[in-house]
């Protein structure tokens, strides 16, 4: 028996073969006259002012590093989860402590106006 | 060679040349995708040692939250998403050394530990490796203290954050 | 076992004994085995995945009071077939500013990411990709790909609507993923396995959503803003941001992203079928009385699921057309003050209880979890409630007093 990482392999690659497939038959059949202005951006027919990588709201950022903590937090609760039926009552409540300490961290957040969009 | 080795052997070297091109690339957005490619690389050698929890982790974690924060971060800084400037420095070689010494050092390490030149063992038929590791995680026989200072960490994490943007926001 | 009880290991038995006869390796014989196996299972969801336009273009045209395609064929079933050969045979433009290689990866990684939630689709108790013990995290794993494919695509566009799409792609990713895997965790401690096949089969005398009907309402809302469909829209938002992330793309490649989008939702609608409605069982036990073995059978199992599946992405587009879009900062606030604590709690209670109540017989344990989440909405909306009261005192000090007429 083989493992099931292997039917995964096998299944990521023929799933980046199939959209290929009608990628390269277009690229075959399609019409090709291309010219300057088809290629411009497209702004709803507005030219470009300045630079199209723009920089952008650094607010984002804060609550991506809080999405960033409670990720690896749930990555931990899985293995928890699963050993929950099998271990006492205590385990339980070890789980919610691990919860609790990162709720405190949610709540200093939220109090510090972290979470608020300005 | 077996198949498993060549496809070792083809990883590490998606997982090198990825690295690589990290530090080599001219776009800064190009050296975190390329970073995303690396991450992969190493979430394909847990799976082919049949580490499955490691393996989906990886991706979740690595490339599903850090790898796109990183993308995050060199979009939000404006004048560095097209560097032109020079990519080395002049004592580019010390750096170099000391990768190298690193590398002599893990690679003696790693020889030092007994078995290490043996393939691994399959794993018995039938064996949950994450209900293994959740067990060991909350018995207190086993790790959980680690598994609760753990949160203590991601919490100081939290403040940590929450602290330095508080200080940006005042200025 | 013959084929109508067993059709995949049937099929795989012969090609074995073909292929060994034919003195190909073991290891070959099984990756020749899994490939016409998936090529069959990918091939079969883009089948499904073209009649999705034509029933999403359908469903719409219901919702606004049309009557939708009704020209090429029978209730213009042809339509979808002729729009897949109009898109194949436009010229493709790509801006001349743009990020070559990293803008054609884009639409080939979003279409791979939803394709590759197919290997652990559960059709049926004998018609499935893989049954791995980490599959809800692979669920997890899946979607973060097509995260990353959607920032690819906004940002090598070099387009400001774009970019910003790509942008509030960040957004939406940190406003869903953290309920969501919250909410995967209760179907974990329910059903004691992350295997999408023991879910199921956990489901057989009780389904999950009767268990933890507030899990499912939250697992709903999340999959919803995964899919960044309406109310959750903003990275297409075409009234602001014309499309998003794909205004730049034509032809084929915009028709990946779009194929992605409907095969995506449809694939959620399985997930949900699977996480809390039984999947391809869930009979209340029906099938164990005499003469409803027939229940059993995996084309009977896989129809079931497909049904089931449907419901979903059919509530899913539901919700997509008779809501506005939300505010990027309301967005943002609802998922870190409200779904996040919510299924935070909901989950200790949930794992207490269970730990609790399974000693108990299953309908005191049914009635216990059921009862549990019925306090905690009942708490959730009284808290609200006394919220906006609060507000709304607030803002009545602020005005002047109303003018009488």
Known sequence: MYSEWLYIGVFIIIGI???????????????????????????????????SWVQFKAQYYIFALVFLVFDVETVFLFPWALSLNRMPMFVALEGVLFIGILVAGLVYAWRKGMLEWV | MTAEQILFLLTGALILGSALMVVATRKLLHAALWLVA?????????????????AVVQ????????????????????????????????????????????????????????????????????????????????????????????????????????????????? | MTFWNDPINFIANWLTGLLTGWGVPDLWATIIEYALGITALIVFAMVLDILLVWVERKVVARFQDRLGPNRIGPFGLIQPFADIIKLVIKEDITPANADKVVYNIAPVLAATSVISLWA???????????????ALLYLVAAGALGTLAIIMAGWSSNNKYALIGAFRMVANMVSYEIPMVIILLIPTILADTMSVQGITQAQSGI??????????????ISAIAELGRSPFDLIEAESELTAGFNVEYSGMKFGWFFAS???????????????????????????????????????????????????????????????????????LAFNWKFLVPLSLALLVTTAILHKLLIVLPTWQYAVGMFASNVVIITGTIEILRAHGRKQRKAEEKLSPQPVKN
Not at chain 2, 38 to 54: D, N, W
Not at chain 2, 75 to 99: K, S, V
């Open chain 1, 17 to 51: 073969i199939v959209p290929v497939v009608p990628l390269v038959f277009s690229a075959l059949v399609a019409p090709k006259k291309s010219n300057p202005s088809k290629q411009s951006t497209y702004e709803c027919g507005i030219e470009t002012v300045g630079e």
């Open chain 3, 261 to 331: 989008e409907l095969l995506h939702a449809f694939t959620f609608g399985g997930f949900m079928a699977v996480l809390f409605f039984g999947g391809y069982g869930g009979f209340f036990g029906l099938e164990k009385v005499a003469g409803f073995g027939w229940l059993t059978n995996p084309f009977v199992e896989s129809a079931v699921f497909l049904a089931k599946a449907m419901f979903g992405y059919w509530a899913i587009m539901w919700v997509k057309y008779s809501m506005p879009r939300v505010r990027i900062d309301h967005m």
């Open chain 3, 207 to 220: 389904w999950f959503a009767i268990l933890s009907p507030l899990g499912f309402i939250i697992f709903f």
């Open chain 2, 38 to 54: 690396a991450l992969f690389g190493v979430a394909i050698l847990y799976a082919i040692l049949q580490a499955s929890f490691l």
């Open chain 2, 59 to 171: 991706v979740v974690v690595y490339i599903g939250a850090i790898a796109i924060l990183f993308i995050f971060a060199v979009m939000l800084t404006r004048r560095e998403m097209r560097d032109q400037g020079q990519q080395t420095r002049t004592n580019w070689w010390i750096a170099a050394l000391l990768g190298l010494l690193i590398l002599a050092g893990l690679v003696f390490l790693i020889l030092a530990v007994p078995g290490a030149d043996r393939l691994p063992a399959a794993l018995p038929e039938g064996l949950d490796t994450v209900r293994a590791l959740g067990n060991a995680l909350v018995s207190p026989e086993a790790y959980v203290l680690p598994f609760e200072v753990a949160s203590v960490l991601l919490l100081a994490a939290l403040v940590g954050a929450v602290y330095i943007a508080s200080v940006g926001k005042k200025d």
């Open chain 3, 120 to 134: 652990i689709l559960p059709l049926s108790s004998r018609i499935f990709g893989v049954d791995m013990n980490v």
